[in-house]
Nanobody
Framework: QVQLVESGGGLVQAGGSLRLSCAASGRSFRNYAMGWFRQAPGKEREFVATISLNGGHTVYADSMKGRFTISRDNAKNTVYLQMNSLKPEDTAVYYC????????????????WGQGTQVTVSS
């Protein structure tokens, strides 16, 4: 399994932007599809975005399309989530996840998880 560490969360005003990073350990990062999920207070964890091994295929949750962009840099063992036009309802703990080879949108399909990073959007 790969070890994951998220960073980049914080407090931002509505309409602002943040870029989350997720650094992976190990030399097999390029063999993992990556995903971002989030969990708001009192709610279940939900899918945000996922990206294929080489970054050529991405999938987004409908509510994030056009505002969030997932990308990866295999040379740096890092996956990113650029979040623009943030809304108060985007407030959540954001988690990075990894699974071997193929992308997925169900959290049950991801075996490696980071500890999460808090994103708070004020109105």
């Amino acid at each position: 399994q790969v070890q994951l560490v998220e960073s980049g969360g914080g407090l931002v005003q509505a309409g602002g932007s943040l870029r989350l990073s997720c650094a992976a350990s190990g030399r097999s990062f390029r063999n993992y599809a990556m995903g971002w999920f989030r969990q708001a207070p009192g709610k279940e964890r939900e899918f945000v975005a996922t990206i294929s091994l080489n970054g050529g295929h991405t999938v987004y949750a409908d509510s994030m399309k056009g505002r969030f962009t997932i990308s990866r840099d295999n040379a740096k063992n890092t996956v990113y989530l650029q979040m623009n036009s943030l809304k108060p309802e985007d407030t959540a703990v954001y988690y990075c996840a990894a699974r071997p080879f193929t992308i997925a949108t169900d959290e049950a399909d991801f075996g490696s998880w980071g500890q999460g990073t808090q994103v708070t959007v004020s109105s």
